[in-house]
């Protein structure tokens, strides 16, 4: 225990969850101390670094806003356990189902008699001036009469060991996927002792959670479908709706994704539009429903209230139940829970007065410097105030603004958080924790609590707040048993050949459409950097040939990749196509929609898949306009290149060739179409055609120079240079090889949704065919019948690109948009 303990600190006026008050080890706590004891400090480190690399591995992240480690920050996980005991874990549990009992009987009565607020035991302020009381959703009753599917509380211990209510989440409360993942990561690194200690499993609660919302949608005879609405990646927490998605089988959309038709929720696919009966959120009430809630909201579902008013949706959690959110609410709950479900409250909430009361203002004010101060509404956006720390003048001035507005304001005693060891630096540290249990309300209409929770750890010792957003860290949280373990751990349903699936059948269009332009983009960033490559390798070249680098700046100008001359000196223009941040074609732009277009669709990448995307983000980072130079652009630009190639492996090599894989490379075929139609057809008018200098970059353009010159051991000439570029069947990089792969493409989707092919490209492709290139040879055209062959060819050429753009405009609005009349079928799940 000596070298262990040596800088762990044992304050008397804190609870330690470690130690007792003399020093010694709690018994529960005995068996993990000991088995750290035996493992030395090189092996936990060794331990701590799996969980590392399983978080990495894993891409466990929590999105903090304008953090110096990037919108994708690593979730942090402490290697040790947070323990309880059985003793100490049923009456935590008792408290939090009866607590989750309770708040759904309150919403019942808010959005139902109100009798509560007639009869004075609840100030209407506190309910009415929140903007999370919904007024459309007055009266209206959930399906199966739920409110509350899924709550979460956040609790601390005080100085005597005592849990107490910090606050309940009842909206949308996060963490419960996370907790998961703590667990199996955690118990990877301690396998052993996870078995010898029976700590009880979490994988009743997601069963449950999937029991309750497939039970209670209304189906009506059909297999009920549940989705999982998120407000998308930017959201903090968007790793857990990723992970929950796949966890509980529930597809992962957006507001987008959805749409209401004749009061009935559907789910926007390419085989048309499905029901859906549930709906599992991650979205705020208010910006659940812009027809009737808050009309600014572009993440909600026009019409979602209407089918919920109709019952013919079940939204969890009921909307307008963030209401019950507010800290204000926290003193009400002993006399409610006596006044509905005639009980107790067995978990006292840390001391909270609302000072809108009576007499609870001037209460506050002659202890505020002990009190915390915080908002009784959302719409209030200031961190908690503590009292302890502020001088005589800051008190001053928050005494006369709680005087201003009283009914604004919480004022809360400072909970005293609990001492858990964290391991740090190769040895045990105590920081501050709270823990936040999560309950779900099982088919019976009781809750069912999950036996452990997710522990937060304050950032640094000596903490007062546990915030995930200020740097906090999380535990896992293992609640031991001397019984056999019940349930069992989270495992995949059985499946049997009945079971089998080929093909997704709710994928989203959106999903599709930003696969779609993740292949596009992908191919758009290849095109973009072959060019400026080949413009600035000529450009830097001291030796360079003359009219190859004006034929490849001609082109770059006809394609609107480089910006106009004139504007600035050559050097400034090219600078800007590559990384110039206010031109909107430039190299670095595209990346970033990239990178934009790819985290839409990150559930559907493999995790190297994603590495590589990520790897991308860091080069078109790295291209910084106000330091960058020619020469360091042209290795940059190499690097991108390879970079851009390992995308196209990862497409041809580690997805499933699903609808959505179709899409994505169909989305590459043809950004590759247009790009070298156009290329061509402005080579071909641009008067270097017989230049073996051009042709030679035209090569390179198109990846071909390898292929030219391992076949003709010659300089580049015009007429094999087209063959190769135009005509050939077997180079990818080929016009007719990419025209008829997008037209076998388009074959199979219209024959998958039966759709008839309305643009054709087979005659375009029999045209291009049709050209002879023996033509180029044939003396009697002289030089000006052969210039107008050339002109001939780079109007077919044109043609071709500009087909291309139609087709991907008719994908769109067949496949994306839903607004024709094939598109609009209803497809009954």
């Known amino acids: 225990m000596t070298d262990l303990l040596a800088h762990y600190p044992l304050t008397p006026a804190t609870y330690h969850e470690l130690l007792r008050a003399d020093g010694s080890l709690r018994p529960h706590w005995q068996r993990l101390f000991r088995q750290l004891e035996r493992s030395g400090a ?208 529930f597809p992962l959309v957006e507001g987008h994704d959805l749409t209401v038709r004749d009061d009935t929720l559907y789910l926007k696919t390419l085989g ?108 209030q956006s200031f961190e908690p105030l503590f009292g302890q720390g502020l001088d005589a003048e800051g008190l001053a001035a928050l005494a006369e603004r709680l005087r201003a507005r009283p009914h604004n304001y919480v004022a809360q005693a400072q909970a005293q958080l609990s001492q858990a060891p964290i391991w740090q630096g190769g040895e045990l540290q105590a920081r501050a924790i709270g823990m936040r249990v999560f309950a779900v309300a099982s088919a019976d209409g009781q809750y069912w609590v999950m036996p452990g929770g997710l522990t937060r750890v304050a950032a640094r010792a000596g903490a007062e707040v546990v915030s995930m957003q200020r ?37 989203p269009s959106r999903v599709v459409e930003n696969l779609y332009w993740f292949g596009r983009y992908s191919e758009r960033c290849d095109d973009g950097a072959r060019l400026l490559r080949v413009v600035l390798a000529r450009y830097v070249d001291a030796d360079g040939d003359d009219c190859a680098l004006q034929s490849a700046l001609n082109l770059g100008e006809r394609l609107g990749l480089l910006p106009p001359a004139g504007e600035a000196g050559l050097e400034r223009r090219l600078l800007k196509a590559l990384c110039g941040d206010d031109w909107p074609f430039s190299l670095r732009a595209n990346l970033r929609r990239l990178h934009w277009a790819a985290a839409q669709v990150r559930g559907r990448l493999s995790q190297e898949n994603w590495n590589a995307v990520l790897e991308l983000q860091r080069e078109a980072q790295s291209l910084d306009p106000a330091h960058a130079d020619l020469g360091e652009g042209l290795d940059s630009l190499s690097r991108l290149v390879m970079s851009l190639a390992a995308l196209s492996g990862f497409a041809l090599d580690d997805m499933t060739r699903d609808d959505g894989w179709r899409f994505l490379m169909i989305g590459r075929r043809i950004e590759r179409v247009q790009f070298f ?3 061509l057809a402005a080579f071909l008018r641009g008067g270097t055609v017989w230049d073996a200098g051009s042709l030679e970059w035209l090569l390179e353009l198109g990846n071909s120079t390898i292929t030219y010159r391992s076949r003709y051991l010659a300089s580049p000439q015009l007429i094999p240079v087209l063959d190769l570029l135009l005509l050939h069947d077997q180079n990818p990089h080929a016009l007719r090889f990419q025209l008829q792969a997008v037209e076998r493409t388009l074959a199979r989707l219209n024959r998958t949704f039966g759709v008839p092919q309305e643009l054709q490209l087979s005659g375009l492709i029999g045209r291009l065919l049709a050209f002879d290139l023996a033509t180029l040879e044939n003396p009697l055209f002289g030089a000006s019948g052969l210039d107008a062959v050339l002109l001939g060819l780079a109007d077919l050429l044109q043609e071709i690109a500009q087909a291309a753009g139609q087709i991907s405009d008719r994908l769109e609005l067949r496949y994306f948009a839903h607004i024709d009349d094939i598109s609009q079928q209803t497809v009954s799940a």
């Open 42 to 249: 090189a092996q936990l480190r060794q331990r701590q670094a799996l969980v590392a690399r399983q978080i990495q591995e894993n891409g466990v992240t929590y999105n903090v806003y304008a953090d110096p480690k990037g919108t994708d920050r690593p979730w942090e996980l402490d290697l040790l356990p947070n323990l309880l005991s059985a003793e100490e874990w049923q009456p935590i549990a008792a408290g939090v189902a009866q607590r989750a009992r309770l708040l759904n009987a309150l919403l019942g009565d808010l959005y139902g008699e109100q009798q509560l607020l007639r009869d004075g035991l609840l100030p209407s302020e506190l309910v009415f001036g929140h903007p999370n009381f919904l007024w459309p959703c007055q009266g209206v009753r959930p399906v199966g009469g739920v409110f509350l599917h899924s709550y979460a509380v956040d609790l601390a211990r005080d100085a005597g060991g005592r849990w107490q209510v910090l606050a309940d989440r009842t909206q949308a409360p996060s963490g419960a996927g996370y907790a998961l993942e703590n667990r199996q990561i955690v118990s990877r690194a301690f396998p052993e002792l996870y078995r010898d200690l029976r700590v009880q499993y979490l994988a009743g609660y997601f069963r449950t959670l999937q029991e309750t919302l497939s039970r209670h949608a209304p189906c009506e005879g059909e297999t009920p479908l549940v989705v999982l609405l998120t407000p998308g990646r930017f959201n903090e927490t968007y790793f857990e709706h990723l992970y929950l998605a796949r966890q509980l089988g």
């Open 471 to 507: 740097g906090g860290a999380s535990k896992d949280t293992w609640v031991l048993t001397d019984q056999p373990v019940h349930g069992e751990p989270l495992r995949p349903r059985n499946l049997g050949v009945r079971d089998l699936i080929r093909q997704d059948p709710y994928l």
């Open 677 to 679: 139609a156009e290329s």
């Open 272 to 379: 048309g539009l499905k029901r859906v009966h549930a709906v599992l959120r991650r979205l705020d009430d208010d910006f659940c429903d812009p027809l009737e809630l808050r009309t600014d909201s572009a993440l909600g579902v026009p019409g979602l209230l209407a089918a919920v008013r109709r019952g013919r949706v079940l939204v969890a959690n009921a909307l307008g139940s963030g209401v019950l959110e507010s800290p204000g609410l926290l003193g009400f709950l002993p006399q409610l829970s006596q006044r509905l479900i005639g009980e107790t409250l067995l978990l006292p909430s840390v001391d909270s007065r609302w000072l809108g009361s009576a007499g609870v203002l001037d209460a506050t004010l002659a202890r505020l410097g002990e009190r915390v101060i915080k908002p009784a509404f959302p719409s």
